[in-house]
């Protein structure tokens, strides 16, 4: 299939088994009924399941496998359908940047084969983070509609995304696949992809349930951390995306918090999960991170991952919820009522998303509409993080320019692990094989043929920056020198500090040397350091940019898209500014050295200043606020001002809202309260109006069980980043609680 056929069809045995997947849902007993809630209907169809038919529902079987069994096809997980009751299959599927396609290893030095066929059938978004650092909940609505539209082409309904684990430790290796440092910026982005996934009948999980923050040991280590501060933070990101999302499932990460497994973790999943946030959906496992029958009590309602072959879970081989739950059943170690409760959990989210009403609809791609939605994204996520004397945008009548590293001449570089995805029309250059079970992957979008496309008069040369005196050569010789440097992170391994790897350092080094013209790009999965900085005119955060990631390089650097990200992560001068200069390789990770502190609160409180702060990022444009109006009703603080775009160019701005805590509360200096993203015309105005959410304002009341809002004046301040403030006053707050 060429890709200019816009398209993808799907094999013909697949086509032929999803058609008779979607008749049985259409043939559904359990047809829309008119007026009837989810919990209505999950009550009813559970009252005509026998317990054999509930336990059936309780443990997926792992397909990432060559040999599928009846109905499978070739998901993460999958739960066979129950005919005679119109219960449709479960088809769960690894998801967050792109509907993933799961590699089969089929030897050293060759590529992998593919459960599903097509080595590359989906459209991968740009990463997480870059998602987030649109600071734009369309963006990420769109972002998520597209992938679960992908997802229900091709059968699946259930997608493992909605990663929203803070960044508290920036070596961790999925933090190209999370939502950045702050609860208020994670919620907003993540609550908006979940909404766009089950806009498509598919459902969507939130994970991984909680403070799942490093890769490091991850099967065994414990994040210890006081209540007071979870709540404050990593906890707040999952309350508040939840409320927003209304993810049909939470999924519990392999960790323990403060030595107990989160899967295991009643606390977690009943008392604040369930019980005080009145979360309606169903708990499942990660991989493998079930430990045993006794899970159900502790709030689990589904086990992940188990082996075909052998039915032990494929992390734990174990089989919690098989033979030992009917034994805890038997023994009344689990009760019924415990049972039922499980199963109309899963069944009220299949209810509330569609899985009965709307199954799968098998159709082809649409390859070039995803691909733009991916393009935009990725448009928007792109931070300037420095621009000297106006180097960027590259002028149209500059005549040559050297591309220098990264394969800039044949792609732009994707994470690894579970999110990855293998892109249409195959990687740009063979895939490599990480340490494990990853690959490394270059999405086949070229910023060198995109850039050549835009700058018809120029002399564009690459040089794959193997050597740096050659590639120093090439600079010297051309207009401006393009640097494109990039790190790869993945699932299950963390990298070991935040420099740039393979030397890429001394390459950039080299070629500012010769062109103080340099320009760098960065494709990295988090912060790094960047000890070149004051050498080079330019540089481009543009994370792991996805499908059309080439084009949306190319169309920042010559000023045909006008930058518009900000950083949702702080990057530090070096490790020594961060809360534990050194990754924890250990069984136990102390959380209190930082507490609710994370990222840009650490480095308030601690009076550091970072290399970029937290919601920095520059435009071509310039973009002023003023006209500062704050209004308090009850517990509820309202903050509008006007911004005006003050440059030359069409632009986007992100103000930023942030609030000041009483200084004897223990807490940082401030936390963002709130941020809209606005489009402007030159010399165009608007009024941006915020309302800070109460619990921005409180602190988490241990003893109280409650929110509690202090009495006084808060200061206010709009800026352009954590750092740079334009406007301040103050909120006169009443003391208040909130519920937890």
Not at 252 to 265: A, D, M
Not at 296 to 306: F, H, R, Y
Not at 365 to 385: K, N, P, R, T
Request: proline residues 7%; hydrophobic residues 40%.
């Amino acid at each position: 299939m060429k890709l200019a056929d816009r398209s993808l069809a799907l094999p013909r045995a697949r086509t032929a088994l999803f058609t008779a997947l979607s008749l049985l849902g259409a043939a559904s007993a359990f047809a829309a009924q008119s007026g009837a809630s989810p919990d209505d209907r999950a009550t009813k169809l559970e009252k005509r399941m026998s317990m054999e038919d509930m336990r059936h529902l309780l443990q997926s079987y792992n397909t990432m496998v060559a040999q599928q069994p009846p109905g499978g096809i070739g998901t993460a997980g999958y739960v066979s359908a129950l005919p005679k009751l119109g219960i449709p299959a479960q088809q769960q599927n690894d998801a967050g940047i792109g509907v993933h396609n799961y590699p089969l290893d089929v030897g050293p030095g060759k590529q992998p084969n593919h459960v599903r066929g097509e080595a590359g059938n989906t459209t991968p978004l740009p990463s997480l983070i870059g998602i987030a650092a649109t600071w734009n909940p369309q963006i990420a609505y769109a972002g998520g509609r597209m992938i679960g539209d992908e997802a229900f082409r091709q059968g699946i309904n259930i997608l493992l995304a909605g990663g929203i684990n803070l960044t508290r430790e920036p070596r961790d290796g999925r933090t190209f696949e999370y939502l950045g440092e702050d609860p208020l910026l994670a919620s907003r982005i993540d609550g908006a992809e979940i909404r766009g996934i089950q806009s498509q009948h598919v459902v969507s999980t939130i994970k991984h349930y909680a403070v799942n923050d490093q890769e490091t040991n991850r099967l065994t280590v414990s994040s210890n951390i006081d209540e007071r501060a979870m709540r404050e933070s990593d906890l707040l990101a999952f309350e508040m995306a939840i409320e927003d999302g209304h993810p049909g499932s939470v999924m519990c990460g392999y960790n323990k918090v403060n030595e107990i497994w989160n899967c295991s973790n009643h606390h977690l999943l009943v008392d604040i999960l369930k019980g005080d946030w009145k979360y309606l959906g169903w708990v499942m496992t990660d991989w493998g991170a079930d430990h045993g029958p006794m899970d159900a009590m502790a709030g689990t309602d589904q086990v992940s991952g188990i082996d075909l072959t052998t039915g032990l879970s494929i992390g734990s081989m174990s089989s919690s919820f098989g033979a030992p739950l009917t034994q805890a059943i038997a023994k009344g170690d689990v009760t019924h009522a415990r049972v039922h409760d499980m199963v109309h959990r899963i069944l009220r989210s299949m209810f509330a998303v569609g899985l009965f009403d709307h199954p799968p609809v098998i159709k082809p791609l649409d390859v070039e509409g995803d691909a733009l939605v991916s393009q935009h994204a990725a448009e928007q996520a792109i931070v300037l993080l420095k621009n000297e004397s106006r180097a960027l945008p590259l002028k149209p009548t500059i005549k040559t320019v050297a591309i220098i590293g990264g394969h800039a001449d044949a792609g732009v570089l994707s994470g690894g692990g579970s999110a990855e995805v293998w892109p249409i029309g195959g990687p740009a250059i063979p895939a490599v094989k990480g340490p494990d079970w990853q690959w490394k992957v270059y999405d086949p979008s070229s910023p060198m043929k995109a850039l050549q496309k835009l700058l018809p008069n120029a002399k564009v040369i690459y040089d794959d920056g193997s050597d740096p005196a050659k590639a120093a050569a090439l600079a010297k010789s051309s207009d401006a020198a393009i640097v494109f440097a990039t790190q790869w992170t993945s699932e299950g391994v963390d990298v070991p500090n935040l420099s740039l790897p393979d030397k890429q350092d001394a390459l950039i080094d080299a070629v500012t040397v010769a062109n103080a013209h340099t320009v760098v790009v960065l494709e990295n999965g988090g912060p790094v350091t960047m000890p070149w900085l004051s050498k080079v005119s330019a540089v481009v955060e543009a994370w792991y940019p996805g499908a059309r990631g080439g084009d949306a390089i190319a169309n920042v650097l010559t000023g045909k898209v006008n930058p518009s990200g900000r950083l949702p992560v702080t990057f530090p001068k070096d490790e020594q500014q961060l809360p534990r200069p050194q990754i924890t390789n250990a069984q136990d990770v102390d959380y209190n050295i930082d507490g609710a502190a994370v990222g840009y609160k650490w480095y308030d409180k601690k009076d550091l200043k970072p290399l970029f702060p937290f919601g920095f990022g520059l435009s071509y444009s310039h973009f002023d606020y003023s006209d500062l109006h704050i209004n308090t009703d009850g517990e509820h603080v309202t903050v509008s001002f006007k911004v005006s775009n003050a440059g030359d160019r069409e632009g986007m701005d992100t103000p930023q809202v942030y609030v000041g805590m009483p200084a004897d509360s223990g807490e940082a200096p401030r936390r963002l309260a709130g941020f809209e993203k606005v489009s402007l015309q030159p010399g165009q105005s608007r009024t941006v109006s915020v309302t800070i959410d109460p619990r921005l304002l409180a602190i988490f009341d241990v003893p109280g069980h409650r929110w509690q809002i202090a009495a006084g004046d808060y200061p206010i301040q709009v800026g352009h980043s954590s750092r740079d403030f334009v406007l301040k006053g103050d909120a006169t707050v009443a003391a208040a609680t909130v519920a937890p």
